[in-house]
């Protein structure tokens, strides 16, 4: 049946934003799709390859010659006709009408997406220090003092802070690409990969026995262009592997999945690079980086109204942003800009928790930032070093949770796997047992003590950026207006560092626990080798026995031995 919607009207293509209410679209949105369906023959009436196939196959499946398929055959069979449905359902989007609002997402021209850095953190715990000092010794961080003057060297500011009485956080290095224009003092000249004009690294210290390393990649104006122009481009419908099965993907679908393509290729460059020059905690275990990069948008605004927002919201998703209607996590200190992750679910191309943005309107973000031009470079490099002095505590908090939940993942796998590692226990047993001793726990312990004395400062510095956690003003107007109780803000900070205080609780508790089961079977099975080997001697000292027995007996003592004596005496006694 027909479903009447009213009239709907196209997005206004010369830069407004809005709507065109002289131009409707169509009164019954059903119609796009009956001439889409009418347009494309159906599977098998044609001569696409994909006809000829599915006929085929059809052939085969039917009468009685499907009765001579094996059931798995008759499964494929069905499995590759079904699959093949999918091109035919690629035809039929790219013969959908550009018009239908449901199928092409059309982004303003006066809409441009600036990307101008983003953010990752690495950890080095005590099993990772080496990395990081051989890290600092191979790439001479912190040993260059030409403009700077005469100093400490990264590797003696390191050792000093991991004391618990050096330096709470300083400057590692900055790493500029030759080709770039950019300069900083006692800067290093390395080649870096093509997103990226420069890589400034700071460490920051938390307690003792933890370093944290905040690497910003600024990144050119050529990769932060191709992501703006991915997302304007009108993107023809493609036919996808999904699971590892072909899926066909309209204009929309396709045009948030290289939007989001373009951006996670900048994320997986900086990644790369990270891991490779200085390999910590997330590296080690094979893990991603949690990464946090800058959005700032011409026209999009987290802040919009409700009739705004609900224009954006699918140009916003291209990008990768979806969660700040729901809720709103802002700062003070960052006035205008949003903190959101990326969902698995609605933008799986960008990744999952490990993956941030913080973004907002420009022109919103430098109506209220002050001082940005203070900061050289102009206003958008302004709000990139506004955001990473307001907010590198903040980051590092994020990154504590995914340190966190890996922890967890590798004392889940090692008590599943306890049985299988340790059911009969052997030398190689032992020494995963060590290793593990010497990695997991060391670790948990020293990052847990560090991360309580941290949390519980009495004091905050300029990068200790407070966000809210609430509902942005429209969502709750209208929450209240249907008589609901809007929810007072909560602190992001405190929630995350109380997670994060009851998640190490359980972990020491468990590693506790842990230590003690194998301890114990490491003894029994000391013991039961004890036996085996008490038992393998024995049978060695019988086996001497018996060869000391034989040697005796043949051995050549008098003219006549032992041996031939006994013979004749036998003899003699059988006559």
Not at 75 to 96: C, D, G, H, K, P
Not at 231 to 254: C, K, L
Not at 270 to 298: K, Y
Not at 458 to 478: H, L
Request: glycine letters at 6%; a neutral charge; one cysteine or more.
């Amino acid at each position: 049946m027909s479903s009447k919607i009213g009239v709907r009207v196209n997005e206004n293509k010369q830069g407004e934003g809005s709507r065109d209410d002289s131009r409707p679209v169509a009164d019954d949105l059903e119609s796009f799709s009956d001439r889409a369906f009418s347009a494309v023959p159906e599977l098998g009436s044609g001569r696409r390859w994909q006809d000829a196939l599915y006929n085929v196959l059809s052939w085969i499946d039917s009468s009685w010659r499907a009765k001579l398929v094996p059931h798995r055959g008759r499964r494929w069979i069905n499995r590759r006709m079904v699959s093949l449905m999918t091109f035919r359902q690629a035809e039929v989007y790219r013969a959908w009408s550009l018009d239908d609002p449901r199928q092409n997402l059309i982004v303003a021209d006066d809409e441009h997406v600036h990307i101008p850095a983003l953010w990752l953190v690495e950890f080095f715990p005590p099993s990772q220090f080496e990395n990081l000092a051989s890290a600092l010794k191979r790439k001479s961080w912190g040993e260059d003092h030409a403009w700077t003057g005469s100093g400490p060297t990264g590797r003696e500011i390191l050792e000093q802070s991991r004391t618990g009485k050096g330096w709470s956080w300083w400057r590692l290095a900055d790493v500029i690409d030759p080709d770039s224009d950019r300069w900083s003092p006692d800067s290093l000249r390395e080649k870096l990969p093509d997103q990226f004009d420069q890589v400034s690294l700071i460490a920051i210290q938390i307690g003792a026995g933890l370093t944290a390393v905040l690497a910003r990649f600024d990144i050119n104006k050529e990769s932060a262009k191709a992501v703006d122009d991915i997302w304007h481009e009108t993107h023809e419908p493609e036919v996808v592997r999904n699971f590892g099965r072909p899926m066909a993907q309209g204009r929309m679908w396709t045009k948030f999945r290289k939007t989001q393509q373009a951006r996670r290729s900048i994320h997986d460059a900086a990644r790369r690079w990270l891991a490779d020059s200085c390999p910590g905690f997330f590296a080690a275990h094979s893990r991603l980086h949690p990464l946090v990069d800058l959005i700032l948008t011409e026209q999009g605004d987290p802040f919009a109204d409700s009739d705004s927002e609900a224009a954006q919201r699918e140009s916003m998703r291209a990008l990768g942003l979806t969660d700040y209607s729901i809720r709103s996590r802002t700062s003070e200190d960052l006035p205008g800009l949003v903190v959101e992750p990326a969902s698995k679910t609605l933008t799986p191309t960008i990744g999952g928790a490990e993956t941030w943005a913080i973004w907002g309107n420009r022109n919103t973000v430098e109506e209220r930032m002050e001082n940005l031009a203070a900061y050289g470079g102009g206003r958008i490099d302004g709000i990139v070093h506004v955001t990473q002095e307001h907010a590198r505590n903040f980051f590092v908090l994020l990154a504590v949770s995914r340190m966190t939940m890996h922890m967890d993942e590798d004392y889940a796998r090692l008590r599943d796997e306890a049985q299988t590692r340790h059911g009969r226990f052997k030398g190689k047993g032992l020494k995963l047992l060590r290793a593990s001793f010497l990695t997991l726990s060391l670790d948990l312990t020293s990052v847990a003590r560090d991360l309580q004395r941290f949390h519980g400062r009495k004091w905050r510095d300029t990068g200790d950026a407070q966000f809210m956690v609430g509902w942005f003003p429209q969502s709750a107007d209208a929450y209240a207006a249907q008589g609901g109780k809007v929810p007072e803000p909560t602190s992001m900070n405190k929630e995350l560092e109380q997670r994060q205080s009851e998640w190490f609780e359980d972990l020491i508790a468990a590693d506790r626990d842990y230590r003690e089961i194998l301890s114990t079977v490491a003894a029994l099975g000391a013991s039961n080798d004890s036996l085996k080997i008490s038992r393998v001697a024995l049978w060695l000292a019988f086996v001497s026995l018996m060869i000391a027995m034989v040697t005796l007996l043949v051995a050549e003592v008098k003219p006549q031995n032992l041996l031939s004596f006994i013979v004749e005496w036998v003899a003699s006694r059988l006559r």
